[in-house]
């Protein structure tokens, strides 16, 4: 199946339009970040913190775009003999993201100009990481898509997946069957975009997309291009956490791993949702199953537009807390000393953390002995060492806890960290991929 027959308005749009829309040269000052990519995360989630990524490790991107995904990694990847697979099937993409990629020196990508649903034909082998962003809800049959992604993994590897969410897209969904109605005539995508602005422009505050317009930037800052994406797409669909259990766990017997852009699995947990009321209903749901509980967390939010996670063939492929030989870092976030200060401004009670700047909040419950844990995390010492340092400390020589006591109290501030992905875990074995540029 060659590119130029698989979905041509599709890959028309994309040709016009390349998304997200991008300047080359802006690579000298800048390198962009996609929440799913960082080795740090990957290794966290997908490979129980022991991959070194030194060991040929291979990715692709697949309906990779104009390059964000795909320089993120080559860039992390740029030391070591890792292969980036960038497949589009739109050579106006390519063509961006080669030239970002030729901007900052990256040599360690292949391009395929091609469709994803090409992949068991193609002869590219199998690979540790695929990633396939904003693609399989575009497709005529997105499980065949997703089908064609399995093909590619090897048996131990990993997906990183985005696909739009239902409810969070409510007003989206409006606007693209108002345009529709609209654009009836319109004799190109210039004046389609035109008839948007002027919507958008003229649209009253009780419009749903209105509404939740904040939820979106695409069409306030990603030009022609973001538009058309957002609200003039030819084909697109959305899904609940639901659908997606049943379509990956279900159909396929993956495990997820579901982490929202900035705020992690707390996009996910009705108490964090609710933060800071902690009503009465709560309790009975934390009896739920997890699977459960993000359903009612979506809807109980109307803020989730899109669904970021991980596929592995097992809950296994996430590192496991308890174990000493596991290195703590914190990720994103504020170090621990700044959170050590935090806690003991709270003289080590729990208490609220509410930060409109990434939409994080829940209760934080620091334990006995957390300011003093989080302190002694360093990236570099395993839980021993943290815990044998803590133990150090003069105010708990004389009785000083053990790793059983020590990683006891500590979970729950562990499980808020690791909820928001501040906090990352890797084997002791295995030493982080190290780039000075990042």
């Known amino acids: 199946m060659k590119s130029d027959q698989y979905l041509p308005q599709v890959r028309a749009q994309y040709e016009e339009l390349p998304y997200p829309p991008r300047d080359p040269a802006d690579e000298k000052a800048r390198l962009v970040r996609t929440w799913l990519d960082d080795l ?20 692709l991107v697949a309906g990779g775009g104009t390059g964000d995904s795909t320089i993120f990694l080559a860039e992390q990847l740029r030391h070591t003999n890792a292969e980036i697979v960038h497949l589009d099937l739109s050579r106006a993409a390519i063509d961006i993201a080669r030239q970002r990629a030729n901007v900052v020196g990256l040599n360690n990508i292949t391009w395929v100009h091609e469709s994803l649903l090409a992949l068991p034909a193609l002869g590219l082998g199998q690979f540790d990481y695929v990633n396939c962003l904003g693609v399989l809800h575009h497709l005529d049959d997105p499980d065949q898509g997703l089908r064609a992604l399995l093909s590619a993994r090897k048996e131990d590897g990993a997906l990183g997946i985005m696909v739009y969410g239902k409810y969070g897209r409510s007003g989206v969904y409006q606007m693209q069957a108002l345009m529709r109605l609209i654009n009836q005539g319109a004799p190109d995508a210039t004046a389609m975009i035109r008839n948007t602005r002027d919507v958008l422009e003229a649209a009253p505050p009780t419009n749903w997309f209105k509404c939740g317009e904040e939820l979106f930037h695409d ?12 609200l003039l797409h030819t084909q697109d669909r959305a899904y609940t956490v639901d659908e997606l259990y049943d379509w990956f ?4 017997g993956l495990h997820l791993e579901l982490t929202y852009r900035g705020r992690g699995r707390s996009a996910y947990l009705p108490e964090m949702v609710v933060a800071p009321q ?9 009896a739920l199953p997890l699977r459960q509980q993000y359903a009612i967390a979506e809807l109980l939010s ?18 496991p807390y308890g174990n000493a030989d596991y290195v703590p870092g914190f990720f994103n976030g504020p170090s621990g000393a700044q959170l050590a200060a935090l806690i003991r401004q709270h003289r080590s009670l729990p208490f609220m953390v509410d930060d409109p700047a990434t939409g994080i909040k829940g209760l934080l419950t620091p334990g006995k002995y957390g300011d003093f844990i989080v302190q002694h995390i360093d990236g570099r010492r395993d839980f021993g060492a943290v815990f044998a340092a803590v133990r150090a400390e003069p105010a708990l020589r004389a009785a000083p806890p053990d790793d059983a006591a020590l990683f006891r109290d500590f979970q729950a501030l562990f499980e808020f960290l690791t909820a928001i992905d501040r906090l990352l875990l890797r084997h002791r074995t295995v030493e982080p991929v190290s780039n000075s540029g990042i």
Do not use: P, W
């Open 249 to 252: 766990e279900g159909r396929h």
């Open 219 to 230: 069409h306030k800052h990603g030009g022609d291009a973001g538009i058309y994406d957002l």
């Open 40 to 59: 740090a995360m990957l290794n966290h989630y997908c490979y129980a913190g022991r991959q070194s990524f030194r060991d040929r490790f291979r990715v």
């Open 302 to 319: 109307g803020s989730v537009t899109m669904h970021t996670f991980f596929a592995t063939q097992s809950a296994a492929s996430r590192a």
């Open 278 to 286: 902690q009503a009465a209903f709560l309790e009975s749901v934390r």
